[in-house]
């Protein structure tokens, strides 16, 4: 409930250009004294009453931002107090006869499950925010003229065109390395992990989170016949997606016996059922989570697994409750789609990387190196 301590803003322009002094996110008022945005105020209120010791994982150093505000209750918890919020100007909840609730006769530990299910819900709400962004930049980042950059989203089927293998694929293997360790620091269990098993999981992920993110704009372009790059330019059913201006008819003809299958497949078993479900970006916030975490036949650490198990269980639950809390009618038939999508990643992110081990192998392609010494030992 509202209480005197929070003074929403009511001048929209003030608004816009003054920040939360918790996580930076966009301010809508004063709430416990302190100029905070809608989310911190709720964190805040939720908490706050509660007599609960709260403990970092991490040192208590824990940087807290609108993109990850979630990561650690503790310290946001902390800095909401370091900023001036006055946990007694917290008002328990009455009942509709005056008196304070009690919960409902509630447990404590409840009440403590209740507040940690909101803050996942929130936590992951904030990642499908922070992909929505990336995707946005992404549209800026592979542009390389001024025409591309401010033609109309409407208009992209005007300026498809084959890929060019050499340019093309230097152009995107740097916009998708850059985006991935973004995306990377949205994992919060990678901070303590060890370098060694964080590289092993990394290694692991490049080829399906390519593959996954090359699938998912083509479905959001409308192609179901054909492998759209995120650069707009595509690889047609019938070529290999390796042609260069350079290749004679035999090297041509080399390259799509060796590669032209993994396209079909690519365009069959990942782009066509993406088409079916129409995946929206929540859910691939979740398939590259659990695409991340599946260990597979690594050598990792007990230690390691462990870790990773208990990752993916949390996608799969914050996945289901951002199904409810967006109305999806036939959860579990969805969620059964999903991971068949999944399984059908893992086997041909390992095609993947045989091609580009075939690329390195015969010289078939040069200045790979950033993604080719990502992937190979």
């Known amino acids: ?74 310290c946001r918890f902390t800095k909401c107090v370091a900023a001036g919020m006055d946990r007694n100007a917290v008002q328990p909840k009455r009942d509709s006869y005056g008196s304070y609730s009690r919960c409902k006769k509630q447990s404590h530990q409840n009440s403590v499950d209740d507040s940690t299910r909101e803050d996942d819900d929130e936590s992951f709400d904030d990642k499908v925010k922070f992909y929505d962004e990336q995707l946005q930049r992404r549209n800026v980042m592979v542009c390389t003229t001024l025409k591309e950059a401010l033609t109309d989203p409407k208009d992209l089927d005007k300026t498809m065109r084959p ?46 989170c390519h593959l996954l993110e090359t699938a998912f704009y083509s479905m959001q372009r409308g192609f179901s016949d054909r492998v759209v790059l995120i650069n707009n330019t595509f690889i047609a059913s019938g070529s290999s997606g390796f042609e260069m201006d350079t290749d004679d008819e035999a090297t041509r003809e080399l390259k799509l016996k060796l590669f032209g299958q993994m396209v079909e497949n690519c365009i069959g078993a990942i782009i066509a059922p993406m088409n079916t479900l129409m995946i929206t970006k929540g859910e691939m916030v979740a398939l590259k989570q659990l695409a991340f975490w599946n260990t597979g036949a690594l050598d990792l650490a007990e230690e390691t697994k462990k870790v990773a198990k208990e990752a993916s269980d949390r996608t799969i639950a914050d996945l289901h409750s951002w199904y409810q809390r967006n109305h999806f009618e036939n959860i579990p038939e969805r969620l059964g789609s999903l991971i068949l999508l999944l399984s059908a990643l893992m086997e041909h992110s390992i095609g993947f990387v045989e091609e580009i081990q075939v690329l390195r192998t015969f010289n078939l392609m040069e200045n790979l190196a950033m993604i080719d010494n990502i992937l190979l030992p």
């Open 1 to 74: 409930m509202e209480t005197r301590n929070e003074v929403p803003m009511t001048a929209p322009a003030e608004s816009e250009c003054q920040q939360c002094v918790i996580c930076g996110d966009v301010a809508d008022g004063y709430h416990y004294s302190v100029l905070s945005c809608r989310g911190c105020n709720a964190f805040f209120r939720r908490i706050a009453p509660q007599s609960i010791q709260l403990t970092c994982k991490r040192g208590g150093n824990c940087a807290i931002s609108k993109n990850k505000r979630c990561v650690c209750r503790a």
């Open 163 to 208: 890929v060019r293998a050499q340019q093309d694929y230097e152009l995107i293997q740097k916009v998708e390395v850059v985006q991935l360790f973004e995306w990377l620091q949205t994992l919060y269990e990678l901070k303590d992990m060890h370098l060694i098993e964080k590289a092993k999981l990394v290694k692991s992920f490049v080829p399906k």
